[in-house]
């Protein structure tokens, strides 16, 4: 891997949560209670790895164990709080793909028809004709990420993209473009190549079926419908109600780290604009896995995954239509993760929704590089015994001398791996 590979939104610019994956065992969550010290205990951990900080709720049936720790402002020491707004990236794309699948119930949308039906003017030719809707919500389209195009001074590497256009104002059809003239990825339906030009065009592609704004939509029939409180696309740069400071690192070629709190999310739009909490979006997959939002068929659609592998084979997460699935010592958990500039998140629940766990931390892209490859941080492993405590109860820690963390990728800046 290269730096400009790993840096640049063009491959591997990794949040780093650092979740060791391994076979699943047998059950569903149920019963395994909350070590409240203990969780206390690995979020701390986390901290002095040198997380700036960190928040997270847990749930075990109806119990739930909320935790905080660190700075929300690391020059004012004031601390982050477990009720705080985070701007959640990527998990923006269950919300979205959920929204299309009322429509596909509808019957406003075909999930195997071609994109090119709906969009002739925005994806023409032969790709939107080969081109599915059930290919843009489970990223085998071949279609390339816009984030280069939006952010070019990635491939230096170097944030001055990022301050550029701190305050710019990007029409979504203007990141679908960038996203078609850079070359495919794959042919149509090949592989799992992560783009938020898919989501994108899901957003313009509800907005056609509806007829109405895409986050007027998703506010009203998906988010209230859930019952959120805390929920919202930001109209603002600023955040809404009590919140952290984020701080993008960029693998150490922003030095020291920058606050990208204030930040105009147009870039992300409809693939990873949304702001949430971490009881909200326990919430959210509580109710989608209870098929509260769309019915039984449509979720078994949303939960058929594909592969998503990294560049030597190795498996990522099974990746459905928004939603992935991953396999932990104690069973399969289904979720997705998401960053953008500073921010990273992550929420995961069995399929019952009977064990739960949502985090969010306020420093990204912490790790180095080292001949060309991202060198995992203490952090990682921080965070990896963390996930695995909150996830399945009593878990050993995981040592740095030990397995090697792996870490997911940064879904809300990936662009093509």
């Known amino acids: 891997m290269t730096v400009r590979r790993a840096v640049g939104a063009g491959a591997a610019a990794v949040l780093a949560v650092g979740l060791l994956q391994a076979p699943a065992a047998a059950g569903t969550g149920n019963g395994r209670g909350l070590d409240r010290a203990g969780l206390d205990a690995a979020l701390g951990d986390v901290h002095e ?16 164990w909320r935790g905080e720790a660190g700075d929300a402002d690391v020059r004012t020491g004031r601390p982050v709080r477990a009720h705080m707004r985070q701007r959640v990236g990527s998990i923006t794309k269950t919300f979205v793909a959920t929204a299309i699948l009322q429509q596909v119930e509808a019957g406003r949308i075909g999930l195997d028809a071609p994109v090119g039906r709906y ?5 023409p030719g032969e790709r939107g004709e080969r081109v599915t809707v059930r290919m843009l919500l489970n990223h085998t389209s071949g279609i390339a990420d816009y984030v280069p195009a939006a952010f070019p001074s990635l491939q230096e590497p170097s944030g001055r993209s990022l301050d550029e256009h701190r305050f710019r104002e990007v029409a979504p059809e203007r990141l679908v473009r960038w996203g078609l003239e850079a070359p495919a990825t794959n042919e149509p339906g090949e592989r799992v190549s992560y783009s938020n030009t898919n ?9 056609k ?43 150490g070629f922003i030095d020291p780290p920058r606050d990208y709190s204030v930040y105009n999310a147009s870039w992300a739009w409809t693939a990873g604009a949304l702001v949430s909490t ?25 939960k058929r995954t594909r592969p998503w592998t990294d560049e030597s084979g190795n498996l990522i997460v099974n990746y459905g239509l928004g939603l992935y ?18 921010a990273g998140t992550q929420s995961l629940s069995t399929a019952d929704g009977s064990r739960q766990v949502s985090f969010a931390m306020n420093l990204t892209k912490y790790q180095k590089i080292e001949n060309g490859a991202v060198v ?26 030990g397995a090697r963390p792996m870490p997911l990728q940064s879904v809300a800046l990936r662009a093509a791996s």
């Open 49 to 64: 790895a040198g997380m700036y900080g960190i928040f997270s709720q847990v749930r075990d049936g109806r119990d739930a």
């Open 119 to 123: 969009l002739p003017d925005l994806v």
């Open 199 to 207: 989501y994108v065009i899901a957003g313009l592609l509800l907005e």
């Open 209 to 251: 079926a509806t007829g109405e704004d895409a986050v007027r939509y998703i506010e009203r029939n998906v988010i209230r419908k859930a019952g959120l409180r805390h929920t919202y696309f930001p109209e603002k740069a600023k955040i809404q109600g009590p919140h952290s400071k984020m701080y993008e690192s960029l693998l």
């Open 278 to 302: 971490m009881d909200d979006l326990n919430a959210f997959y509580r109710s989608l896995l209870a098929g509260d939002l769309i019915g039984e068929a449509a979720l078994a659609e949303m």
């Open 325 to 342: 699935s991953m396999d932990l010592p104690c069973g399969t958990f289904w979720g997705h993760d998401g960053a953008v500039w500073g």
């Open 376 to 401: 995992p941080h203490p952090i990682d492993y921080a965070m990896s015994s963390f996930l695995l405590k909150a996830a399945c109860g009593d878990a050993p820690a995981v040592k740095s001398s």
